[in-house]
């Protein structure tokens, strides 16, 4: 039986997204156990509303305040030491957890999972990490945002903990890692680039070299490296350019009663199209480098996206990321180039 | 009339795509002239093999050589003083012509444009700038892989090149300018990003503020400026996507016979939408910043996609970017903040 603890008042809708996808994972997970962190009185009401109630496999652990999505995260650390996404990420630090998932701001999470949890030795700083859809499975980025200016030893570290992290959910034995770099320059890449080239190609990875921002999607890897400015900007332009794609389909098939009809008999296999390309079956991205799981769930998610973000959190607790990352790191990096 | 150099040797498919694209350019645009650079003989048979020849629009200027798609800048410089894209380069320093296109080495085609026809005055490096669709319309994107690690004052820079290639192509008298950041760290974006948008603040632009990756394609801005790292990872990113998009919704449609019908009645709507996300469209990026209009092409540019970089070529010369930019730069710049 794995334990996982939500954040049930974080995201954008609180409540009324958390305590159904918690009710709905539930029914399909069941050596799951959840704890719903939040206030009591509205946690209780809305299990109520979908004629629930807490059991064994269901608890509430009460917490008085909630971050705002917007909060400074030294505001939230600080001043909000009984909020849900605080509590939350305490039952991992006491072991009544085995994962938090939180779908709140993502700086204040980070900021309370780094001083809650602490990092695992000889990780400078976590990073964040989520899967990607490729043109034949999915692959792991990191970092997407946590870590604006990296140094090579940190990008040597993000290789390692996406390489464990993918060995141990997926059981691949030698995860292909590519780091992103771009093919324009006179010299490719920049400094900090060329340098963490050197340390991996030295690392025990299986490292293939410098791929570029295509090859994110093609499926030829198992994990890719960057900077987690470069990594966030990678995400978010894919979210827009999705998002594009989308609204130019619908406005074509809409242009007229004869596209119209068109779509009717195309329906099937748009709806099979979309269902491939739903961003919310890849919500839930990983702080990985902590001494335990959290996961981090798109703030606007629905029911379906926080589910997901859920069995993230069952999946790399039932697997004992944090642990295995921690035994891991010293025989895989080469001796003297990780801290 | 504008005349316009063509590297005809360049580019993975050589004349067979430029000279075709040239002929099919000449047919559309009346107020265009045309000089074909590279091997007389290959170029006299490859119009003969289109039915024409040269003549008042169309010359042909002969050039020993050609620089290799993965040839060293340098070595090209320094090796190849006759190749095919260095006197198309000249035929704009020397005024023949007023611009130059090349879908050849892009390392290789900034070098030799910076070289022959310098930067301009208070540019310190020239950058890439293309188009990108949008839901409204189209962006302009700056830096896209030139310059790797940019100062705030590069980055503001190509702010201004942006806004006045934007103004006087498309006569828009107040461009939106937005800087690409990030909203995941506490703080947002690095140190370059936040000095670069204090100097934004300042100088006389349109400046909207920070924008993130998605915000490419919502049609909200009309210039986007970044470092050419980042800027080259949103670019292939993208192509990534569409690509892997694509493969999806074929996929789906040819699942069986049921779905195969079903891409036949929607076939229409389909080749509509196509048309519209058509990258070679967008074919032709800018050298912004050099005393002269240099047009980069894909490599693997088709006529069409080859044609679109022409007509790129012929709107900024027409428009005199260049000179544009020379005299606008220091007006629109806070004093002090170029060199």
Same mark, same amino acid.
């Given at each position: 039986?794995i334990?996982?603890a939500?954040?049930?008042?974080g995201g954008?809708?609180?409540?009324?997204?958390?305590?159904?996808?918690?009710?709905?994972t539930?029914e399909r997970?069941p050596?799951l156990r959840?704890?719903? !962190?939040?206030?009591q009185?509205?946690?209780e009401?809305?299990?109520?509303?979908h004629r629930a109630?807490?059991?064994a496999?269901?608890?509430?652990?009460?917490?008085?305040?909630?971050?705002?999505m917007d909060e400074p995260?030294?505001?939230?650390?600080?001043?909000k030491?009984?909020s849900?996404?605080?509590?939350?990420?305490?039952l991992?630090?006491?072991?009544?957890?085995?994962?938090?998932?939180?779908?709140?701001?993502?700086?204040a999470?980070?900021?309370?999972?780094?001083?809650?949890?602490k990092?695992l030795p000889?990780?400078?700083?976590?990073?964040?990490v989520?899967?990607?859809?490729?043109?034949?499975g999915?692959v792991?980025?990191?970092?997407?945002?946590?870590?604006?200016?990296?140094?090579?030893?940190?990008?040597l570290?993000f290789?390692?903990?996406g390489?464990?992290l993918?060995g141990a !959910?997926?059981?691949?034995?030698?995860?292909?890692?590519g780091?992103?770099?771009i093919?324009?320059?006179?010299?490719? +890449?920049?400094?900090?680039?060329?340098q963490?080239?050197e340390?991996?190609?030295?690392?025990?990875?299986?490292?293939? +070299?410098?791929v570029e +921002?295509?090859?994110?999607?093609t499926?030829?890897?198992?994990?890719?490296?960057?900077?987690?400015?470069?990594?966030n900007?990678?995400?978010k332009?894919?979210?827009?350019?999705?998002?594009?794609?989308?609204?130019?389909?619908?406005?074509e098939?809409?242009?007229?009663?004869?596209?119209?009809?068109?779509?009717?008999?195309?329906?099937p296999?748009?709806?099979?199209?979309?269902k491939?390309?739903?961003?919310?079956?890849?919500?839930?991205?990983t702080?990985?480098?902590l001494?335990g799981?959290v996961?981090?769930?798109h703030?606007g998610?629905?029911?379906i996206a926080?589910a997901?973000?859920?069995?993230?959190?069952l999946?790399?607790?039932?697997?004992n990321?944090?642990e295995?990352i +921690?035994?891991?790191?010293?025989a895989?990096?080469?001796?003297?180039?990780?801290?």
């Open positions: 039986m334990t996982v939500l954040d049930a008042m954008d809708h609180g409540i009324s997204v958390t305590v159904p996808a918690a009710l709905w539930l997970e050596a959840l704890i719903l !962190v939040g206030q009185d509205s946690l009401a809305e299990l109520k509303r109630q807490p059991n496999r269901l608890t509430i652990q009460h917490a008085s305040e909630v971050v705002g995260p030294a505001q939230a650390l600080r001043g030491k009984d849900s996404m605080r509590v939350a990420i305490n991992v630090k006491q072991g009544k957890a085995q994962a938090a998932v939180s779908a709140g701001n993502t700086g999470l980070m900021a309370t999972s780094r001083f809650v949890l990092t000889g990780i400078d700083r976590p990073a964040i989520t899967t990607l859809p490729t043109i034949t999915h792991h980025v990191l970092d997407l945002g946590a870590n604006v200016d990296c140094t090579p030893e940190q990008l570290q290789a390692v903990m390489s464990i993918v !959910v997926e059981g691949k034995s030698q995860p292909r890692v780091l992103l770099n093919g324009e320059e006179d010299i490719k +890449g920049n400094e900090i680039v060329k963490t080239h340390l991996l190609r030295n690392a025990h990875l299986n490292y293939v +070299g410098y +921002g295509d090859e994110i999607y499926g030829d890897l198992d994990v890719i490296v960057c900077d987690g400015f470069v990594g900007v990678a995400l332009t894919s979210e827009g350019l999705a998002r594009m794609i989308t609204h130019f389909m619908r406005q098939f809409k242009r007229n009663l004869l596209t119209r009809l068109a779509a009717l008999v195309a329906m296999v748009l709806n099979a199209f979309r491939r390309v739903d961003p919310r079956r890849y919500n839930g991205a702080l990985v480098g001494n799981t996961i981090k769930s703030g998610a629905d029911r926080f997901n973000a859920i069995r993230v959190a999946a790399e607790a039932r697997n990321v944090p295995r +921690g035994r891991e790191l010293a895989v990096t080469v001796e003297g180039a990780t801290a």
